[in-house]
């Protein structure tokens, strides 16, 4: 059995935690850190279509306000380290980055998620961090006055532990949800874990049947709603808006979405557009009228019951335009869950925000034992939030840890 000390040892080599030891490293901390797959940054590699959205062009405080309840909690560590301050830092790196305007995405320059990692990973070990790979952390307990990492063969003993392993999405990257079980061990609470940012499940055949159409519509589940590409595929829905509720699903068991597959037009100008086309010589036909695909006009007629799924405007009677309409403006869309935490991009859940200072992200009850990334129970929407989360909470972890 192996036994190894040092100042500070780091759990996860995520983007959370590659931050975090070059943070730790850079002020001349011993900072070591363990990674139970046999390389850094797993997810960086595969994020963004192995693009990385790194991060967003949004002010910190407009970034606060996309993480729903955890919105206050995370306002410091965004203002502390701000998403202009990732992107100067990534450039200070060599990183050239640019802005996708679509959705404020900010990318780097090369497209290129390798070139991210690499420059964490360079960063880290030029600062002096030391990483263990293949080392994977069973258990974590408090020892005479810092902590203890178990590991399969050995132990750690470290004056301050940070912990980011992530959540349980993407197992195949390596986040099995480990640190929930350590965090319960220790008596604080961690909220339920359920897939978030990830794909929805649809019974509906004539769903499937779409497979392949992406469309710029607004997505509602109850009162949330969201604007962004929807795509139909084989088994539901996916692309950013429906990836972006999926949490109304996953956390909140709605099991129907409504579609407005034309936000653009109103419903009254859609209703005027179709009398207009109706009295027409030769009258037109649907298609004509809505800007969509010709698959999906069709699924909008039959879906307002229409047997011809492209017809005449004037062979359409006046209940059954109203249906058209209603569909065309929020096709109903049965849902019956989430394709689950192997297709999601982020775990909602996790340790309760009530358990951490949100200046230090040290657990309250358990001194030297700090949490920050996705362990959290915070999320974001896509477009760079949640690499942002995972940079400005290991940031403040690092400095809080580094005082000696
Ligand atoms: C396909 C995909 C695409 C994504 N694209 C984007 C994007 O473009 N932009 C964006 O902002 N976010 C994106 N995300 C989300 C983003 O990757 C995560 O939110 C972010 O990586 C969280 O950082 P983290 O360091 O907290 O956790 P992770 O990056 O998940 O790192 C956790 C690390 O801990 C290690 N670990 C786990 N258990 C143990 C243990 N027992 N012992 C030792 N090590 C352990 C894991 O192997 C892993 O390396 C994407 C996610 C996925 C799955």
């Known amino acids: 059995m192996s036994e190894t000390k040092t100042e500070i040892c780091i759990v996860g080599a995520g983007a959370a935690g590659l931050w975090a030891a070059a943070a730790c490293a850079r002020v001349g901390m011993q900072t070591l850190v363990l990674e139970k797959t046999p390389r850094t940054g797993s997810k960086v590699l595969s994020s ?33 380290l701000t998403p202009q301050g990732v992107r100067s830092h990534f450039e200070a790196l060599g990183v ?25 990973q360079r960063d880290a070990r030029e ?5 263990r790979l293949g080392s994977e952390v069973v258990d974590i307990e408090p020892h005479e006055g810092g902590w203890v990492a178990h590991l399969r063969d050995g132990r750690v003993l470290c004056e301050r532990l940070l912990l980011c392993t992530g959540g349980k999405s993407f197992p195949k990257t390596g986040t099995t949800g480990d640190g929930y079980p350590w965090l319960r061990r220790l008596g604080l609470k961690v909220v339920d874990p359920v897939p978030a940012l ?5 019974p509906a055949a004539w769903i499937h049947d779409l497979s392949g159409i992406s469309v710029d519509g607004e997505l509602r589940f109850g009162k949330r709603r969201r604007r962004r590409p929807v795509l139909f595929t084989h088994k539901g829905l996916s692309g950013p808006g429906p990836m972006d509720l999926s949490d109304c699903v996953t956390r909140g068991g709605l099991r129907e979405a409504r579609l ?6 109103s419903w009254e100008q859609l209703r005027a557009e179709l009398v207009a086309g109706a009295g027409r010589p030769g009258s037109p036909r649907l298609a004509s009228i809505l800007p969509l695909p010709r698959r999906l006009v069709e699924t909008v007629a039959r879906q307002a019951g229409l047997a011809d799924g492209n017809p005449r405007l004037n062979q359409i009677p006046k209940a059954a335009r109203h249906r ?40 309250r009850k358990t001194p030297g034992l700090f949490v920050f990334g996705e362990l959290l129970d915070l ?26």
């Open 379 to 404: 999320t974001g929407p896509i477009g760079g939030f949640n690499f942002q989360a995972a940079f400005s909470t290991a940031a403040l972890a690092a400095r809080a840890a580094s005082k000696r």
């Open 48 to 80: 963004g279509g192995s693009r990385c959205n790194l991060t967003t062009t949004l002010e910190a405080d407009q970034t606060a306000r996309h993480f729903g309840h955890a919105h206050d909690f995370i306002r410091p560590a965004l203002r502390s």
């Open 260 to 265: 407005d597959l034309v936000p653009d037009i």
């Open 198 to 202: 990830v794909p929805l499940a649809s």
């Open 324 to 363: 058209l309409i209603d569909e065309a403006k929020g096709l109903r869309i049965p849902i019956s869950g989430s394709l689950g935490f192997s297709k999601a991009e982020v775990t909602a859940g996790g340790l309760a925000l009530s358990e951490v200072d949100r200046g230090t992200m040290e657990v």
């Open 96 to 120: 050239r980055t640019k802005v996708e305007p679509e959705f404020e995405k900010v990318f780097p320059a090369s497209d290129s998620a390798l070139e991210v990692r690499n420059a964490l």
């Open 127 to 131: 600062a002096g961090a030391v990483f």
